[in-house]
């Protein structure tokens, strides 16, 4: 049975970091994306970051540029964000992803397989 469980979530004032990992069991991902999306109340799923298998492609919402950096150990089967310069409207439950399909589009939620259960992020003013 797949499973991906995120932690390190919890409440930060605004410019702040906190730092985010996910860790598959029940098979690798190594050969594959994985990624991070979140979700705010009141709104849609929104894609976060993702990474490619071999670490050498990453990808960015335009609203974390630069501010967050995703990572990803395939020996451990995980995959770290890490979150800096926090603003309030970041704040959301984060959900780690992991795709068996290959050729994905990164950024679409429908192409991941495997969702984490969420951690809450909090950045309060």
């Known amino acids: 049975q797949v499973q991906l469980v995120d932690t390190g979530g919890g409440s930060v004032q605004a410019g702040g970091s906190l730092r985010l990992s996910c860790t598959a069991s029940g098979r690798t991902f190594s050969n594959y994306f994985m990624g991070w999306f979140r979700q705010a109340p009141g709104k849609e799923r929104e894609f976060v970051a993702a990474i490619r298998w071999s670490a050498s492609s990453t990808v960015y919402s335009d609203s974390v540029k630069g501010r967050f950096t995703i990572s990803r150990d395939n020996a451990k089967n995980t995959v770290d964000l890490q979150m800096n310069s926090l603003k309030p409207e970041d704040t959301a439950v984060y959900y780690c992803?992991?795709?068996?399909?290959?050729?994905?589009?990164?950024?679409?939620?429908?192409?991941?397989?495997?969702w984490g259960q969420g951690t809450q992020v909090t950045v309060s003013s």
């Open positions: 992803a992991a795709t068996v399909k290959l050729n994905i589009m990164p950024r679409r939620s429908t192409d991941y397989n495997y």
